[in-house]
């Protein structure tokens, strides 16, 4: 049974690029949501996938922007990258419908900005 | 605006006793919560959860202690064991505008001496 796998493990980046970070969920999922756990704090919400379409977004401006393929991976995308957005970047599948089960997690990808 | 807080960065245990892990949130719409445990390098690991309708839930040696009128819940683990050492996170999950989403603690550090 595949869990959430993400891709890459790690990422060494410039101010001002852009970045893509890939998930897929673990089988039987069709949610994907996104977190970003900056160092000592805990995951914060990014946004939330589900019909290939963004459900809901937390408190992260418009340069972090996501996508959902129909085979339910999904990718995030990050443009004009800052010194503030290096942090460990999680991705959580979930099941549609099966409200209160909890979302299971990938091992993250760690991006530094330089 | 913290809506989940873990008011203890960091616990030590001794093996054999008692581990207990505090949150506290302030959102009354959150009506399910979770732990989870991280090692290093790894993705939050789901633990135990529990819904508003509850005021315990029990898994082995780990028990979530819920009270809703002070909007607090607790984790204990009993006996603490060399391999619990890990972050422990404490989230809080709801229903959203349409998605569910969860907000989670800064984390304690929990270590097990032998």
């Known amino acids: 049974d595949a869990g959430v796998t993400q891709s890459p493990t790690h990422l060494i980046k410039t101010r001002g690029q852009q970045v893509t970070l890939r998930c897929s969920p673990k089988?039987?999922?069709?949610?994907v949501s996104w977190y970003q756990q900056a160092l000592g704090q805990g995951p914060q919400f990014i946004f939330q996938?589900?019909?290939?379409?963004?459900?809901q977004r937390g408190n992260f401006p418009d340069r972090f922007s996501g996508h959902q393929y129909p085979n339910y991976s999904s990718e995030l995308n990050v443009n004009a990258l800052l010194l503030g957005d290096s942090a460990l970047y999680l991705c959580a599948s979930s099941l549609a419908g099966t409200y209160n089960q909890p979302q299971h997690f990938g091992d993250g990808t760690r991006l530094s900005i330089l | 605006d913290q809506q989940v807080k873990q008011n203890s960065p960091s616990l030590s245990v001794q093996e054999g006793r008692i581990s207990i892990l505090n949150c506290d949130y302030t959102n009354s719409m959150f009506d399910y919560f979770l732990w989870y445990k991280k090692y290093p390098a790894e993705g939050p690991t789901f633990l135990i959860s529990i819904s508003s309708i509850k005021d315990k839930n029990e898994d082995g040696r780990f028990t979530v202690f819920l009270n809703k009128s002070a909007k607090h819940l607790s984790l204990h683990i009993v006996p603490s064991q060399p391999g619990d050492s890990a972050v422990y996170f404490c989230?809080?999950?709801?229903?959203?505008?349409?998605?569910?989403?969860?907000?989670f603690g800064q984390g304690t550090r929990l270590t097990i001496n032998p």
């Open positions: 089988s039987g999922h069709d949610t």
């Open positions: 989230a809080a999950g709801g229903w959203f505008l349409g998605a569910q989403k969860l907000v």
């Open positions: 996938y589900y019909e290939e379409e963004e459900r």
